[in-house]
């Protein structure tokens, strides 16, 4: 067709797990490729508050009329102060633009091409090394060039701090990853990193945001798991509240896909902290020009049911419980596999991150090999990074699991 399509990798690394695990027939088969929450029998999980917001969307006979292209303002505003909090300064002064998204990774894309057209001093975004998988051909497509920061550490299966802030502060280091020169984009995972479950500490991300100042770097946070990471949407926001609070002026990309478990209705927000209204005013209309010929405007039925969770406070306190009992399901789950493979198994190896680590996701350690011979012999299924979703491990396949994964290292 002479359509230079040829060489092109894709889709992501979960596909390929969620295909061999469909395939596979044995009862006992296990899929932690998903990156979506499964309740305690393992079932996809539609919210109360959802389902109570749709029903006075019924009742109220909303319309399905197109949207701004900015989205619902409403939903808007209400996004940003989940986000911002209701003490930030520049919330409260009319200078952040927000815009609607088509989730998290319209938000990405967003800001990325926003960027790529308007951010003056760099065309540069450096991302965790790991990232999620999306990153890179989002901001590679949005026309920044991609490069990376140290993260984890493979050894400690924990946080590479001394790399991370080498890599942000220095010009040259040894480590084969290029510094980030003064005024570079940097991707921040404002908390639940994915795929290593591994944040900052506080303490940590106050030095982070000392380093991000010092060296002029812009801050572009990706937040897709507010709530979830901790059960505490307040808590959650901290890197992204201390960043604002020591004057950065940030990007941010919302997710209600996974806290709202909106999935499929690609509900999110794109912001960002300007200097005064005056030049809001001029960030929102460049984002009309972004968005207008990418998809027009947004879709409007899931803007409406958090919009409707958000702006009502008996539903608000029921979606934050529903938020807490998942985040509290997985922490539970990390919790019983942790004591599984140290206590009872005695499995080999040291396996306290399983506790640490935040989130959906957790880097197991295991290596390509041992999660070959896992979905060979034991039917259990993760990504060859060895990264698993603990949303996926209930009740009934827990034991499974960490026998399977104590056989596989012994
Ligand atoms: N950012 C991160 C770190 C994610 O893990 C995800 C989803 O897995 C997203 C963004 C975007 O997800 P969505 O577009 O479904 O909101």
């Not at 930030?88 to 990774?105: E, K």
């Not at 084969?176 to 591994?198: D, F, K, M, R, W």
């Not at 259990?380 to 026998?403: C, K, P, Q, W």
Request: aromatic fraction near 8%.
């Amino acid at each position: 067709m002479g359509l230079a399509v040829l060489g092109r990798r894709s889709p992501g690394p979960s596909s390929g797990v969620t295909e061999a695990f469909k395939a596979d027939k044995d009862s006992r088969k296990i899929n932690l490729g998903v990156g979506a929450y499964r309740d305690g029998n393992g079932k996809p999980y539609v919210l109360e508050s959802v389902k109570k917001a749709e029903e006075l969307l019924n009742a109220s006979k909303t319309d399905k009329e197109y949207l701004p292209i900015t989205g619902l303002a409403d939903f808007n505003k209400r996004a940003a102060l989940l986000a911002y909090g209701a003490d930030s300064v520049p919330l409260n002064d009319g200078a952040i633009a927000v815009t609607q998204s088509i989730s998290g990774t319209g938000a990405l894309r967003i800001g990325g091409a926003f960027l790529a057209r308007h951010y003056p001093h760099s065309k540069v975004i450096y991302l965790p090394v790991p990232s999620w998988g999306n990153h890179t051909p989002i901001f590679r497509d949005s026309g920044l060039e991609v490069r990376g920061y140290r993260y984890f550490d493979k050894k400690t299966v924990g946080l590479d701090f001394e790399g991370l802030k080498a890599d942000l502060r220095r010009s040259l280091n040894l480590h084969g990853y290029q510094a980030a020169p003064e005024q570079s984009i940097v991707l921040l995972h404002a908390c639940a990193h994915n795929p290593t479950g591994v944040d900052p500490t506080q303490a940590q991300w106050a030095e982070i945001s000392d380093i991000v100042k010092e060296r002029q770097l812009f801050p572009f946070f990706d937040m897709a798991y507010q709530g979830f990471a901790s059960g505490d949407t307040t808590r959650d926001a901290f890197a992204v509240r201390h960043f604002v609070s020591q004057g950065h002026q940030i990007a941010l990309a919302q997710s209600f896909a996974k806290n709202m478990g909106l999935y499929g209705e690609r509900v999110g927000a794109f912001s960002l902290v300007t200097a005064d209204p005056a030049e809001k005013a001029r960030v929102d209309s460049q984002l009309k020009i972004v968005i207008r010929p990418m998809y027009s405007n947004p879709p409007i039925h899931g803007a409406l049911i958090a919009n409707a969770i958000l702006g009502d406070k008996a539903l608000y306190a029921q979606w934050e419980g529903e938020v807490k009992g998942m985040a509290d399901r997985i922490i539970s789950m990390r919790e019983k596999l942790f004591g599984m493979l140290t206590h009872d198994l005695q499995t080999p190896g040291e396996w306290s991150h399983i506790k640490s680590q935040i989130g959906m996701f957790s880097f197991t350690g295991l290596n390509p090999a041992q999660t070959k011979v896992l979905a060979e012999k034991a039917h259990v299924y993760m990504t060859a990074d060895g990264r698993i979703s603990m949303a996926g491990l209930n009740a009934g396949n827990i034991v499974h699991f960490a026998e399977s994964v104590d056989a596989a290292v012994k």
